[in-house]
């Protein structure tokens, strides 16, 4: 099953910030996050393991409950270069496993100047 | 360049006629995977690859084919294409991922029509 992402798009000014939030229906192992740039493959941003702490990326950090089975993504002091499509990845399996990732449908946010 | 190749980049086809998409990485990563993504629908997966000669069904195999001869090369196969499968193809890696989660490194994507 898809992890559900939210908001579905987001725009904001140049500066401002961002929080996009992912939920799965079941428990989670590792949650994935990347970043797509129009026309372009995923890039990897973080993974944050079941048990781990927050995990950050020069203005960009995420954060993973595994009680609510949610991970959400902060972007702080939105760049241009920001702009793109986030999508959210987790476990295929239960437990993890090295059958892959399931993807949420994406979240595009734009950054205006 | 660590790095994901997939060829080619656009393709035109008419329906039926089979065509094979290339995929190699250089990290010598053990996992690989496809996946098609349409508009609304995300990333979702095709089939992957655990190993040399393992591999597995994804969340939407049908219609396509996959081998895994050598550890770098994950060719996707479609053997009788059909315009449901026109779509922007995928290959990923990542580091064997029972041990340790690892990233994924994404190839730059193919762009199939199916006419």
């Known amino acids: 099953q898809q992890p559900v992402q939210s908001p579905q798009a987001v725009i904001l000014r140049e500066g401002e910030d961002a929080v996009i939030n992912c939920s799965s229906s079941?428990?989670?192992?590792?949650v994935h996050w990347y970043r797509q740039k129009h026309g372009e493959a995923p890039v990897f941003l973080m993974i944050l393991l079941k048990g781990g702490e927050q995990k950050g990326h020069e203005k960009i950090s995420a954060s993973f409950n595994e009680k609510k089975q949610q991970s959400s993504l902060y972007l702080t002091a939105s760049q241009l270069s920001y702009s793109g499509t986030y999508f959210c990845g987790t476990d295929r399996a239960v437990g993890g496993g090295a059958d892959g990732l399931t993807f949420g449908k994406g979240t595009h946010l734009i950054i205006q100047p | 360049e660590a790095q994901v190749t997939q060829n080619p980049r656009y393709l035109i086809t008419v329906t039926g006629k089979k065509l094979t998409v290339t995929c190699s990485q250089n990290?010598?990563?053990?996992?690989m995977s496809w996946y098609r993504q349409d508009p609304g629908l995300g990333l979702r997966q095709i089939y992957y690859s655990m190993n040399v000669e393992v591999t597995d069904k994804g969340d939407v195999p049908e219609g396509y084919k996959v081998s895994r001869k050598e550890k770098r090369n994950f060719p996707l196969i479609l053997e009788s294409p059909s315009p449901n499968q026109t779509s922007l193809y995928f290959c990923?890696?990542?580091?064997?991922?029972?041990?340790?989660?690892?990233?994924?490194?994404f190839g730059s994507g193919t762009r199939l029509t199916v006419v």
């Open positions: 990290m010598n990563h053990e996992y």
């Open positions: 990923a890696s990542t580091r064997d991922r029972r041990s340790l989660p690892y990233g994924y490194t």
């Open positions: 079941k428990a989670l192992y590792s």
